[in-house]
Structures are given as C-alpha cells and as structure tokens.
C-alpha cells in the first residue's frame, strides 16, 4: 500500500496550526513530521489535526524551543527518541507504522551564526549531534526506515543559492557536509529528494530576512527525506511546496513530501 510522508519545520505549532490544517486538507499526505513545534505535547493542538483525521501523534516537545511531532492518518507506535548531546532537547522522535516501516523525525541543531566550535558553543553541538547520529547508525544499521527532518544542512552545491559564497556560511560550511555525509554513510541512507530530482537547484528555505524571498530566491535545502537501502527503491514522487512558503504568516521552511510503495 503506497503512503505519502511529509516534512515540515513549522515554526511555532501553535501559533500555524491553521497552516497546519490547510496542508492538511490541501495535499493529505499519510503522515506529517514538524520540527520546531516549539510547544510541550500537551499544549499541541491535536485536536485541529484529528478533524482532518490525523487521529495518530507522536511527539516530544518543550516550551517556546525545538520540538517534534508526527502526525498520521495510520495507525502508529511511539517507539522512543533518543536524547542526543545529552542536552535533553526535543529534537528527535520515532514511530512505526503497521507495515513495520520505522520512521525518525529529525530537528538538526542549526549552530549559530560562526562556523567555528572553538568560538561558537552552538557550532560546536551541531557537530557533536551530527557525530552521535552517525555512531548510531553505524552501529545500528536501520531497517525498513525513513528518516526526515529539519537536518540544517544543505550539503550539494546545487542545494544553495550560491556555492562560492555560502562556503563559510553555517549550513553549508565543508565540515558540516562533511559531517552530514558520514551520517548518510554510517546507515547507507538514501536521499529520496535527490534520488527523484537529481538535477538543478533546489530549496526548501528561504529567510525571513529577505523582503522578496521569491524574486531574490536566496534559498537552501535544509530538509530532507531520506530512506534505507532496503526500501528506497520504493520511494518516488518528490516534492518541495514552495508555494507554502508564500502563504500568509508562513514559516521559513516548505514541506518536502514523498510516496513509498510498500
């Protein structure tokens, strides 16, 4: 039975439920993951979502920082997270579905502003966050997995605007590729996005810095859906929603979905 998965940084789950909703409504994809609920669980406003028939939630959440959900239209298990850097951030949560497929929801530290761990703590705990997701898989190869998420990386030159001058900017600094690199290689992971669209730019951020982020189309793609070798083959019709980004009050980020025949 084919499945659509959707990933999507939403910036406040509270204050976009209704983008939430509309994306819901508009494109229904299965399953949804959010990072950056920014919420505890509690105050998640699952009742929004289950009136479009998104019944299901895993999550874990803290107030005002991070923060990650899964919603679904299918039945699913809560099946752990773990606590990387030790940091006690809400920044990873998995579920399972009935077909056995695991999937892990991802909030990549962003890192600052100076690529430099020696004077950027917050670079610092990327690395270190991105180091434990590669030990972890290298040690537990997954299975039957799917793991998306905000991973704040764009690691192709054809993923940022401008390669030559993105160099020594954090998202796109050669050790963080580098680093995200390790990860995709410590559990064979397969880049669904690139596997699909394997030419040409492509982002799925764009900052509110920019007054016209759509003419000046100064974008990244920070967010990914990646899949293990035993079931990407069955991962197809990728997507990135740039139009999400234009709607009213938007996040900074657009959805990235993609189907699984399995």
Not at 28 to 55: H, M, N, R, W
Not at 213 to 218: E, I, L, P, Q, V
Request: charged share 30%; aromatic share 8%; glycine share 8%.
């Amino acid at each position: 039975m084919p499945f659509t998965i959707a990933t999507w940084n939403i910036n406040s789950v509270r204050l976009r439920a209704g983008l939430v909703a509309k994306l819901l409504r508009e494109e229904g994809p299965d399953v949804l993951c959010l990072q950056e609920c920014k919420s505890p669980v509690d105050k998640i406003p699952a009742d929004v979502f289950a009136a479009q028939g998104y019944t299901h939630l895993v999550a874990r959440g803290q107030k005002g920082y991070n923060g990650v959900a899964i919603l679904s239209k299918l039945p699913i298990e809560d099946v752990g997270h773990r606590d990387f850097v030790g940091k006690g951030d809400a920044r990873h949560v998995a579920a399972r579905l009935e077909n056995g497929v695991t999937i892990h929801n991802f909030y990549v530290p962003a890192g600052g502003d100076e690529p430099d761990r020696e004077k950027n703590e917050k670079f610092g705990h990327k690395l270190d966050f991105l180091i434990e997701m590669r030990d972890w898989f290298r040690d537990e190869k997954p299975e039957r997995s799917i793991l998306v998420g905000d991973l704040n990386i764009a690691p192709r030159e054809d993923d940022v605007w401008s390669h030559k001058q993105l160099l020594k900017v954090v998202s796109h600094t050669p050790i963080e590729v580098d680093h995200l690199g390790q990860v995709q290689d410590s559990g064979d992971w397969v880049d669904i996005t690139r596997k699909d669209i394997p030419d040409g730019l492509l982002y799925s951020w764009w900052s509110y810095r920019s007054p016209d982020w759509d003419a000046a189309d100064k974008g990244r793609r920070l967010d990914h859906v990646w899949a293990s070798p035993d079931i990407a083959s069955a991962g197809h019709g990728s997507r990135i929603l740039r139009h999400v980004r234009g709607w009213e009050q938007p996040s900074d980020h657009a959805p990235v979905l993609a189907t699984f025949d399995l």
